[in-house]
C-alpha cells in the first residue's frame, strides 16, 4: 500500500511568515509522530499524535510551533512568525496500533527560511 | 529523558568487509532499539530493530545486539557492498513513545 506522504516537498519562506506542513499517514495507522532533521544530525522529536489527541507535545520548540490532527488522520504542522533557524527537513512517521512499534517515515519538507 | 550516542560518526571499509556501529543510551526504561538507513535526501528507512527482551537479532547479512545491562546496543554489517553507503542511524524508546535517534553514522563502502 501507500507510504507516509508530506507536502510540500520543499518550501522556501521568509523571515516572519507562517508556513504549514501537511503529513498523510499510511492508511489505518493510528499513531503519527513529527519529527525534525538538521544538516547533519540526527531527527529530533516534536510531538506525538495519538489518534486526534496530542499524547506527546514536549518536543515542541516554542509556542510558534502547533500541530493539529482533527480527524485521527491528516496531520499539519504549523509554523508562526519563521525564523532561520528553522530551516531543517521535517519529517512524519506513523504507526499502526496493537503493539506494533515499528515507525515509517514519510520523504520530509525540507524548509528554508529566508 | 533519553539521550544516544552513536560511534563512528564516519566509518570507510573496503567491500566484503564487515563494519560495525555501537550506540549507548542512558534511560534503563527503554525499550526499543531501531535501526534506520537514510540515503541522501531520502527518508530514514528501518532496517532491523530489537526490543529488550532480546539479546541478538539477525537478518541476512545484518545483525543488532543489545546489552541492556551496560546499556549499549550495536548494529553489524557483513559483506558490505557499495550500496550499503548511506547514513545510519541508532535510535531508543520506550515504545510507543517517540524515538530518539543518536547522531547518524556515515558509512562508505568502497568497491
Known amino acids: 500500500g501507500a507510504g507516509v506522504s508530506q507536502t510540500p516537498s520543499n518550501k522556501v519562506t521568509e523571515k516572519g511568515k507562517y508556513v504549514e506542513l501537511r503529513c498523510d499517514p499510511i492508511?489505518?495507522?493510528?499513531?503519527l509522530y513529527w519529527y525534525r532533521q538538521s544538516l547533519g544530525q540526527g531527527p529530533e522529536f516534536l510531538i506525538y499524535?495519538?489518534?486526534?489527541?496530542?499524547?506527546?507535545d514536549s518536543g515542541l520548540p516554542n509556542d510558534r510551533f502547533f500541530a493539529v490532527r482533527p480527524e485521527g488522520s491528516v496531520s499539519t504542522l504549523k509554523i508562526q512568525r519563521t525564523e532561520r533557524g528553522d530551516s531543517a527537513v521535517y519529517l512524519c512517521?506513523?504507526?499502526?496500533?496493537?503493539?506494533?512499534?515499528?515507525?515509517?517515515f514519510g520523504p520530509g519538507t525540507r524548509l528554508l527560511v529566508l | 529523558g533519553e539521550n544516544v550516542e552513536q560511534h563512528p560518526s564516519t566509518l570507510s571499509v573496503q567491500e566484503g568487509d564487515s563494519a560495525v556501529i555501537k550506540c549507548t543510551y542512558s534511560?534503563?526504561?527503554?525499550?526499543?532499539f531501531p535501526w534506520y538507513k537514510q540515503e541522501l535526501g531520502k527518508r530514514p528507512q528501518l532496517i532491523i530493530d530489537?526490543?529488550?527482551?532480546?539479546g541478538e537479532k539477525k537478518d541476512q547479512r545484518i545483525a543488532v545486539t543489545l546489552n541492556k545491562t551496560a546499556k549499549h546496543f550495536s548494529l553489524h554489517i557483513t559483506e558490505t557492498q557499495p550500496e550499503d553507503s548511506a547514513v545510519y542511524f541508532c535510535?531508543?524508546?520506550?515504545?510507543?513513545?517517540?524515538?530518539?535517534f543518536g547522531g547518524g553514522t556515515r558509512l562508505m563502502v568502497k568497491p
Open positions: 535510535a531508543a524508546s520506550k515504545a510507543p513513545n517517540m524515538l530518539t
Open positions: 530489537i526490543r529488550s527482551n532480546v
Open positions: 499524535f495519538q489518534g486526534t489527541g496530542a499524547a506527546d
Open positions: 534511560d534503563s526504561a527503554s525499550n526499543y
Open positions: 512517521a506513523s504507526r499502526s496500533s496493537g503493539g506494533q512499534e515499528t515507525q515509517y
Open positions: 492508511s489505518g495507522h493510528t499513531a
